[in-house]
């Protein structure tokens, strides 16, 4: 069967003028056209270190945020907890989570579930970058950082205390 | 840097009895430990071909579902709009979509928005799999298939007219 449509760009063969497109091609190195790649949160000094955010879909209509973050290597994520929840897919890479009081090993297309009110935090390898997909609510309530006193529940786990980066 | 970290089963190595497991491995071809592979749809009858679908996030602190389809080679989804909107983000293969009356080719990591009430259907090429991610709302409105005047309306457009399959 010959199949008159050939064309890889975003624009459907059949309306070449037609804008936007409802397809956002993927570049690169878990890039995407139209999507701005943002340093994580610069805005608030929450402790992280070589973490970029794309936000690929936000729209009225859908009640969640699909974001994806990289995690550069040796980098890490904040360690945070809030009462929303986090529906995790690494996409790139592999490295390790903490979520509650375990530590995982991640690599690509695992699914991470973090429970609300839960301590986690992402650590690429030191070889790795390590990017995932991070599915949220569209409305939800802001990260909180451990207190000094949280900090000291954690680290009664000596696995934990070794693994969580509180500075940045 | 030595880690003692080493486990690559889904269980933190910190806590070996830990049930149940945080993370779901990614398992060969777009499975996942603990996830249902499901015939797409089979109660109601619309017509698609070869298509599978896995839920793989849907929890009661989650506004949204977070689904896997695979398309089979040659096959297709159904052709079909709803209120609700789909955030989708093509995981595996390659095929094309048609998102109102635009088609366009699709690619590993390219990202679909299908706005509401859209007509859409996802056609995997024939000699690949097309497997996509999509996000949708939790509560939702049920598809609607296209009448026979939709259908004589969407295939004016003769790209459109060659590229939709109705009948299973």
Not at 22 to 30: D, I
Not at 72 to 100: D, F, K, Q, Y
Not at 117 to 137: I, K, M, Y
Request: hydrophobic share 35%.
């Amino acid at each position: 069967m010959n199949d008159p449509i050939d064309d890889i760009s975003a624009r459907p063969v059949n309306d070449p003028a037609f804008e936007p497109s409802p397809v956002r091609r993927a570049l690169p190195g878990c890039r995407w056209e139209g999507v701005e790649t943002l340093r994580y949160k610069p805005e608030d000094g929450a402790p992280f270190r070589d973490v970029t955010r794309q936000v690929l879909f936000q729209m009225p209509e859908l009640h969640c945020e699909w974001r994806y973050f990289e995690v550069a290597p040796n980098g890490h994520s904040t360690l945070e907890r809030h009462m929303h929840a986090h529906a995790v897919m690494i996409l790139r890479g592999r490295g390790r989570c903490l979520v509650g009081q375990g530590i995982h090993r991640v690599r690509e297309q695992d699914l991470v579930t973090v429970p609300p009110e839960t301590w986690h935090q992402f650590r690429a390898d030191e070889d790795s970058p390590l990017g995932f997909l991070c599915l949220v609510n569209r409305d939800r309530d802001r990260p909180r950082l451990p207190t000094a006193q949280d900090i000291e529940h954690l680290s009664r786990d000596r696995h934990v205390a070794e693994f969580i980066r509180t500075g940045s």
